[in-house]
């Protein structure tokens, strides 16, 4: 199997290679105050030789870093099923990560990337939860990691960063300066850059999740006809995809990786088709769900949510999220700041899974949108931060 770099847009190929991050043709019409253009793919050739629970990947197993990422509960919560009135509902909990976020499964593979080539360094923007998930999973791998954050990301996150051992460079503005002094500071010192989106690898490394939930659900399928009794269930044994897929979205790396996975899963004969997946915003930073509605990205608004995590005034990855939610049919839907902390204490008190505000959007997202899913079709709300990483923002929501 041979990988390299793809451009979705042009269909340009590079190496995969330190430096590499964008295609130049289509980088080239970069247009200020807009996504970013000539984002790159990770694709390969040949066959995979793997088993059918592996996951292709381009960095080899033996340089990943020695961190338990990934393979992530599936839950099937009882209680907001019944009162949902959906009996094939699961949340994956992601805030169980080595470092409380999904940005883990990024940085696993950049680190990994990093030790197979021999560099040293990585340097990044963030506005918290890939900070501290570069840092921890930095700090395990033996790298340097130098961050770029906002001063007025939430101090858990900042705390998470300084006691994982990196060094914190706080940036007064928003989470777009950040991204842009990472950039100036990549340029300048030859260091690999994480950036979201503009690295390819953070895509990649998003996807896993795509094929632990086909997995995990074809699993939870042969337990349940085994205590049904309907044998004829367990001599089925392919893989299931979901029906529908709620994710939360800011800068839109995350359902990006979630796409690429289901679209791998399809190339590989696994599943029959790409999931119906649901793009959930913050009403007060939802440029890529004003983009689907309106056909494409306007002028920046200045983003103000609760969720940070998401809040983004340009979302990095938009252009390409864009393009897979048009491809492959799938919806946005937009929640309010009161939403969104309504849907936490739920999730927290309802099923006993305590996530932050920008993971609570994609439940609130499911719950503002069910309308249009049936209940017997199976559905999947990604939560992707632990609520301990924004404490703040969960008094917001109780009065306190």
Request: with cysteine; net charge neutral.
């Amino acid at each position: 199997m041979r990988w390299f770099y793809k451009c979705p847009g042009c269909g340009a190929e590079y190496e995969i290679e330190p430096g590499r991050y964008l295609c130049d043709a289509c980088a080239a019409r970069q247009r200020p105050d807009r996504p970013l253009e000539g984002v790159l793919e990770c694709a390969w050739e040949g066959s995979f030789a793997g088993s059918p629970d592996d996951i292709p990947l381009p960095v080899a197993k033996e340089h990943l870093p020695p961190l338990p990422v990934g393979d992530t509960p599936l839950w099937e919560p009882h209680r907001l099923r019944a009162e949902t009135g959906y009996p094939r509902l699961f949340l994956k909990d992601d805030t169980c990560e080595p470092t409380g976020s999904f940005k883990d499964r990024a940085s696993y593979l950049v680190a990994g990337f990093a030790k197979e080539r021999g560099i040293t360094e990585i340097a990044l923007a963030s506005t918290g939860n890939a900070a501290s998930s570069m840092s921890g999973i930095g700090a395990a791998a033996g790298l340097k990691i130098t961050v770029f954050l906002p001063k007025k990301a939430p101090v858990a996150k900042r705390v998470q960063v300084l006691q994982y051992g990196a060094e914190l460079r706080e940036v007064d503005g928003t989470y777009d300066v950040a991204f842009d002094q990472s950039l100036a500071y990549s340029r300048e010192t030859g260091v690999l850059s994480r950036n979201t989106a503009y690295n390819p690898l953070t895509i990649e490394g998003k996807k896993t999740v795509s094929f632990e939930l086909v997995r995990d659900l074809a699993r939870a399928r042969e337990h349940e006809a085994k205590r049904s009794g309907h044998l004829a269930e367990l001599a089925k044994k392919d893989y299931v995809a979901p029906d529908h897929v709620f994710v939360p979205v800011g800068d839109g790396v995350i359902i990006a990786g979630v796409y690429k996975g289901f679209e791998d899963l399809v190339r590989l004969g696994r599943i029959q088709k790409v999931p119906t997946i649901w793009a959930c915003q913050a009403e007060g930073s939802s440029a890529i769900a004003r983009a689907l509605a309106a056909g494409d990205f306007g002028e920046p608004v200045p983003s103000d949510t609760v969720a940070d995590s998401i809040s983004v005034d340009v979302p990095r990855n938009g252009a390409h999220a864009l393009a897979k939610l048009k491809a492959h049919g799938g919806k946005a839907v937009v929640v309010t700041d009161a939403e969104i902390l309504a849907a936490q204490k739920e999730l927290a008190a309802k099923a006993g899974l305590f996530a932050e505000p920008s993971s609570s959007a994609a439940w609130a997202g499911f719950v503002k949108a069910k309308a249009g899913v049936r209940p017997d079709e199976t559905v999947v709300v990604m939560l992707t931060g632990s609520g301990l990483k924004d404490v703040a923002g969960a008094m917001k929501g109780l009065g306190l």
